[in-house]
């Protein structure tokens, strides 16, 4: 498989997702500079943490319109796997990839700590590797990942199981004390109605090596690796 | 003509920024403030002197980009 890792200025961790597809679990991986194009024959695309323009004007609000963008918005449009990554979240928000906002995190903190997340659907091409009710432990790593979206839009994507993750309990329960950053719903990660776009808060790439302690975010990674084996898998 | 805009966060819209400088001032001894609210404030040339023109400029900037309609609003002087 071809993964493409997009580079933004200021993408900080675009090569901690090109060591874990490349050297853990042995994919092809691509770098691609927002202001190139996206090559042909790519299977799937991340976008990576970090703090893209500088988190200028809003987190994402710059980076949707890197020269790359249209690209990564013809390729999900298309049903192309994307994953948005913290401040690759925040970008797929910003652009209109995946609804919602992030706001500042209710403490005004940078939290940067290891927290649970639930996965709430395990039938996805994200998380086909998981138990449903799973509780992975997972790094994050943000300022400004509190989740917000209208009320409406709210009921759409709990009732269509678009929400992924939340954060929880070590046991697996959702709950205020544990919702890291004021998150609506605690809510932790979405994809969007088709079921090929993903966003998450927490970093699966800095939890996916038995050496740094935690191997959960790799699950992920799997997922996504088998469902483009398995094209039958795709969507919800 | 200069446009300067304000973006500001809607009604409801919980503003931490907001919530902890309302706790300093308190602490500073200001106690009978209250909402505290943290916003945007722009300023941008527009190289155009017909008014009409530049109002639908800004309005298009401020939709695509300078604010996120979703939690903000916005509000522009031009002159």
Redesign the interface.
Known sequence: MTIGVVVFPGSNCDHDCQYIFKDVLGQHVEMIWHKDTLSEGLDAIVLPGGFSYGDY??TG??AR?SPVMDAVKEFANKGGPVIGICNGFQILL?AGLLP??M??????NFICKDVYVKVENASTRFTNRCESGQVLKISIAHADG?Y???PVTLAGIKANAQVIFRYCTAEGKVTSEVNPN?SLDNIAGIMNAEGNVLGLMPHPERSAESVLGNEDGRLIFLSMLESLKKPQLTGV | MKAKIHVTLKQGILDPQGKAIEHALDSLGFKNTANMRVGKYMEVDVNETDRVKVDSQVKAMCEKLLANTVIEEYRYELQ
């Not at chain 1, 706001?103 to 005004?108: A, D, E, I, Q, V």
């Open positions: 004007l809003r609000a710059i319109f910003e919602g906002v706001l500042r995190n209710t403490s005004l509190n917000y979206t209208d004021g």
